[in-house]
């Protein structure tokens, strides 16, 4: 099946967000967060767009949208906690229409929308964290979710270095991610989505 547009209602439906859904085949569905607006990221960027076919390849089902106020979304630019709370309403938005398990993966800003989600009371049957961007935004008292995780970065990220991530996953004893660190990567994976989709993949098939 092919991704069709949705519109998806926040805040109480005064606000519209745009999205891609595509129906999966065996009962879990993906949603997909993506970069800063406000630094171009949307719901076509490449690594999003390398998570959403990975998933699809499997039969999950997919939501990847667009953040407040970028693309056709309706709001204001980014306000932090507002877009972690757009998260819990998307959630919903497609448990509705798609009822089965959600797990999700979320890239960079998207990371920590995601984490700060879950601090709000999401609970994601799964997580995937690509390049969570430590240095430069804080995940101060963010803690991960008891449920599956995946956690990747490339060992030349700017945002983002190996031993502030391996810090901050040192104060998360209750939790136990897998960890995969690529060679010659940096925050944009441009070039190597096809690596950051095999670490995708082996993760969902090793998990479910």
Known sequence: MAEE??????EGGRITIEGLFEQGRIGRNAILCHP?????????????????????GLGWGTLRFTFRAAG???????????DASDLIAVSEFLRARS???IDF???SYGAWAAMEAIRMGLSPDSLILISPPLDFISFQGLGLPDAPTLVT????????SVESLKNWLSNQPDAKPT???????DHFYWGSERELSA???AFLRLNF
């Open 5 to 10: 547009p949705v519109g998806i209602p926040v």
């Open 36 to 56: 800063h607006p406000l630094y171009g990221g949307n719901m076509h960027n490449n690594v999003v767009q390398a998570a959403q076919q990975t998933f699809t």
């Open 72 to 82: 056709a979304s309706g709001g204001h630019p980014p306000q932090g906690q507002k």
């Open 99 to 101: 009822p089965g398990f």
């Open 105 to 107: 993966a979320a890239y």
């Open 153 to 160: 970065l490339g060992n030349q990220d700017n945002f983002c």
């Open 179 to 185: 960890l995969e660190v690529l060679p010659c990567v």
């Open 199 to 201: 670490k995708i993949e």
